[in-house]
């Protein structure tokens, strides 16, 4: 979308958006995590993980958004139409590089809309 500005422009940017994004959901997600520990009721653990599941979420749409504006990455995704939002899966990166975490992140966000 801004692929008109020099790389050199683009990068620090786009960084600074994913560090505040990030400063951002910590504090919260760290609080509710702490709460979610401290506080040994099925109810509320239920609702904190509620809780905690949209904060992630909202992480990672900010990054989405982050990434379509500064990026021209496209991502291919297949499969999504078997998971479901009702169960748990467990996902490996090797964190070979920083893309990973947005890859994951993007099948993540995808696989919610689906």
């Known amino acids: 979308m801004l692929n008109f500005l020099p790389a050199f422009i683009i ?23 702490l709460l979610k520990a401290l506080i040994p009721i099925s109810f509320s653990q239920k609702i904190f993980s ?4 949209l904060m992630a979420s909202g992480w990672v749409a900010v ?16 499969g999504l139409e078997t998971l479901s939002t009702k169960d748990w899966y467990l996902v490996l ?6 893309v990973d975490i947005l890859a994951v992140s993007y099948t993540h966000l995808r696989a919610h809309e689906t």
Do not use: M, R
Not at 18 to 23: A, F, H
Not at 50 to 53: C, V, W
Not at 93 to 98: D, Y
């Open 11 to 33: 990068g620090p940017i786009s960084l600074i958006l994913y560090t505040l994004n990030t400063i951002f959901w910590l504090i919260p997600i760290l609080v509710f995590s």
């Open 50 to 53: 509620y809780l905690l599941d």
């Open 63 to 78: 990054n989405t958004i982050n990434q379509k504006i500064f990026t021209q990455v496209e991502i291919e995704l297949t």
């Open 93 to 98: 990166a090797n964190h070979q590089s920083w």
